[in-house]
């Protein structure tokens, strides 16, 4: 198989856009590529996992739907989550040619992993509230990030 940017036609080819970019927004597209990428794959990714508890809520799933029918729902959410998530982890690479290391690709991940999934139950699930221990919690998440990008 040629290079496998070539296999991803419906997400873009970043060495083709990068080849005709001026180098400053080189360097943005190598870094918020990845990222774009990572936010888009949470968003799937939470109404993979969650999405079917607000659908129980509003009746379009019972207590007596199928486990099976609901799971199938979530892996058909899970497709796309993972066809932007390993994108975004292979172009993000360091070893690839990306800006990042695994250890950082990952922390950047569990943030926008539960930013994402902050906004959707504020949105979708009225009953939860956040308190400061959440906001505590969050703060310490952005510290991680702070602490896996040192040198």
Do not use: D
């Not at 005709?20 to 943005?28: E, N, R, T, V, Y």
């Not at 993979?48 to 099976?68: C, D, M, R, S």
């Not at 939860?128 to 998440?141: C, D, P, R, Y």
């Amino acid at each position: 198989m040629a290079n496998w940017k070539e296999s991803l036609p419906m997400i873009g080819n970043k060495e083709f856009i990068c080849t005709f970019a001026p180098s400053k927004l080189k360097i943005m597209i190598q870094y918020f590529y990845p990222i774009v990428l990572l936010i888009i794959s949470n968003i799937f990714m939470t109404f993979a996992w969650y999405g079917h508890l607000k659908l129980q809520e509003i009746n379009v799933f019972t207590n007596n739907t199928p486990l099976y029918l609901i799971i199938l729902c979530s892996w058909l959410l899970a497709l796309p989550e993972y066809l932007c998530q390993v994108p975004a982890n292979r172009i993000g690479f360091v070893e690839n040619g990306g800006p990042f290391t695994l250890i950082q690709l990952k922390v950047i991940q569990e943030v926008i992993s539960l930013t994402v999934f902050t906004v959707f139950v504020t949105i979708f699930f009225n009953g939860e509230t956040l308190h400061w221990n959440h906001a505590l919690s969050f703060i310490f998440l952005v510290a991680a990030v702070y602490f896996a990008f040192m040198k």
